[in-house]
């Protein structure tokens, strides 16, 4: 069983940056690859980062390429998310979501452990 939270979501101003943490619990975190997803309103949740267990693999949807960067830091069992340059249309809510396994993916359906959330809001 793995619980994630996470935090430091909040308001910032287009072009501004901000990062976000997701806690996970337990003392197998390195046996896990993990992923970022949001979910604007009205709109389904959809892909947005995910990374390898030991942080060498990483992978991007085409909207956030250059301007997000996913890490992590198996000591203290944190995922973080970057995101720089920010834009109106990243405006969602964000979920870190763990996923047994070697495999880095984009597939929600395969991550077991989900995050509640947390709201990152881009406006002037």
């Known amino acids: 069983q793995l619980q994630l939270v996470e935090s430091g979501g909040g308001l910032v101003q287009p072009g501004g940056s901000l990062s976000v943490s997701c806690a996970a619990s337990?003392?197998?975190?390195?046996?896990?690859?993990m992923g970022w997803f949001r979910q604007a309103p009205g709109k389904e949740r959809v892909f947005v980062a995910a990374i390898g267990r030991n942080g060498g693999s990483t992978k991007y949807t085409d909207s956030v390429k250059g301007r997000f960067t996913i890490s992590r830091d198996n000591a203290q069992n944190t995922v973080y998310l970057q995101m720089n340059s920010l834009k109106p249309e990243d405006t969602a809510v964000y979920y870190c979501?763990?996923?047994?396994?070697?495999?880095?993916?984009?597939?929600?359906?395969?991550?077991?452990?989900w995050g509640q959330g947390t709201q990152v809001t881009v406006s002037s």
């Open positions: 337990g003392r197998t975190f390195s046996s896990y690859a």
């Open positions: 979501a763990a996923r047994w396994g070697p495999v880095v993916t984009s597939e929600g359906g395969l991550y077991a452990y």
